[in-house]
């Protein structure tokens, strides 16, 4: 089956109770057992639970994985995996990413002796220049947040298998129906599936995809026991996100190509970051592992006072003002006040993230209605 396809059909089967096409959402916390030891494959939710395993397997089937693991945020998936590592292990991660996993890395697991290294990822050498017996975990997302830059996810692979390194690769800006890292050498995908997969800002979740059978039974193991599980009603609200995932991601990037080109043509905005453009310093390698460039864009204003910064982002009608990305509206973020101010200043600076940048997640409304926004916000 082609990606459309499987999105709608892909994993899910209707209820074999009711014949449901939908799937049910098992509202309960514990099962019933015959006899001590003896069930239907469910002992208790947080362990397993049919509306979850059912997204699992969802997932797995669009990043062309084995497995899937759900859990309650894109955060908690990312915990999981750096509780894959010991006491003394070393990472290597992209300097430019999600203000919450660098505030994961640094804040909580750096206290546990665990090595964090940020570099530049899209100069492979940075990479080999700090890899080392102790490194156990390279980390990287791309199209990167909130600079767009592209990461060659086959190179990267090659050098993490050169030297027996896990790769994870976040996927939440591309989603799976634009780029698939486990067909490049990915171990994992992880995605906050609150955003595209989930796609109608009304639900926090995340998932990992794995191939490798040894790999997905110690998460398994680590979700099972750490307990940062979602609710049913959550998995449902994914799995419907699913089902519309190609129609608005096709929407998304024909809306983003349009409004990229609109910010570089206008006369009060400085640099727009956009992965698109045939004059971005990784265009080949995107077009090379993407199917298209998505909605997420960032820009700066020739005025960048923090006063101007502020009136931009303050006077959007229809781009709305909030964190998080991916949904059907859209949405205006200031990366250096919101959703990457646990980043030190001067580290956000050092890699090219200035205070008067502004990030926007294109939404699905008619391109001219939110280019005439923008059009009166500057």
């Known amino acids: 089956m082609r990606l459309s396809t499987r999105l709608i059909h892909g994993g899910i089967e209707p209820d074999p109770t009711t014949g449901a096409i939908m799937t049910p959402i098992y509202q309960t916390s514990t099962y019933v057992q015959s006899a001590p030891g003896k069930h239907k494959g469910y002992e208790y939710a947080r362990s397993q639970n049919p509306t979850r395993a059912v997204l699992e397997n969802a997932l797995a089937g669009i990043e062309n994985g084995k497995f899937g693991l759900c859990f309650s945020s894109g955060v908690a998936a990312t915990d999981a995996v750096i509780?894959?590592?010991?006491?003394?292990?070393?990472?290597?991660?992209?300097?430019?990413?999600?203000?919450?996993?660098?505030?994961?890395?640094?804040?909580?697991?750096?206290?546990?002796?665990?090595?964090?290294?940020?570099?530049?990822?899209?100069?492979?050498n940075n990479i080999r220049a700090v890899i080392n017996e102790h490194t156990k975990l390279i980390w990287t997302e791309t199209p990167t947040n909130p600079l767009m830059n592209i990461i060659d996810i086959a190179g990267v692979a090659s050098i993490a298998k050169q030297y027996a390194v896990l790769l994870c690769v976040d996927n939440t800006f591309a989603s799976p129906y634009l780029q698939n890292p486990l067909d490049l050498g990915a171990d994992i995908v992880l995605h906050s599936a609150t955003k595209y997969l989930g796609g109608h800002s009304d639900v926090i979740h995340g998932c990992l995809v794995m191939n490798d059978t040894g790999l997905r039974e110690k998460l398994y193991f680590i979700q099972k026991s750490c307990g940062a599980v979602p609710g049913p009603q959550d998995c449902f609200l994914v799995l419907r996100g699913l089902k519309t995932l190609h129609v608005r991601m096709d929407r998304h990037c024909l809306n983003g190509e349009k409004i990229a080109h609109f910010l570089r043509n206008h006369p009060k905005v400085g640099k727009v970051y956009w992965c698109g453009f045939e004059d971005h310093p990784a265009y080949a390698i995107a077009k090379k592992q993407m199917r298209g460039f998505g909605g997420m864009m960032s820009f700066t204003?020739?005025?960048?006072?923090?006063?101007?910064?502020?009136?931009?982002?303050?006077?959007?009608?229809?781009?709305?003002?909030?964190?998080?990305?991916?949904?059907?509206?859209?949405?205006?973020?200031?990366?250096?006040?919101?959703?990457?101010?646990s980043i030190p200043r001067e580290e956000r600076i050092k890699n090219g993230l200035e205070d008067s940048l502004i990030r926007l997640s294109v939404g699905i409304e008619d391109a001219d209605d939110l280019i005439a926004d923008l059009e009166q916000a500057l």
């Not at 203000?99 to 899209?122: A, C, N, S």
């Not at 009608?317 to 205006?332: M, P």
């Open 83 to 124: 509780k894959l590592l010991q006491p003394g292990d070393e990472v290597i991660a992209a300097n430019d990413m999600y203000g919450g996993t660098y505030r994961l890395f640094t804040k909580i697991f750096e206290k546990f002796g665990i090595r964090f290294h940020f570099v530049d990822m899209q100069d492979l």
């Open 301 to 341: 204003l020739k005025d960048d006072s923090p006063e101007n910064t502020t009136r931009v982002l303050s006077s959007t009608k229809l781009f709305a003002l909030a964190e998080s990305l991916g949904g059907v509206e859209s949405l205006i973020n200031h990366p250096a006040s919101m959703t990457h101010a």
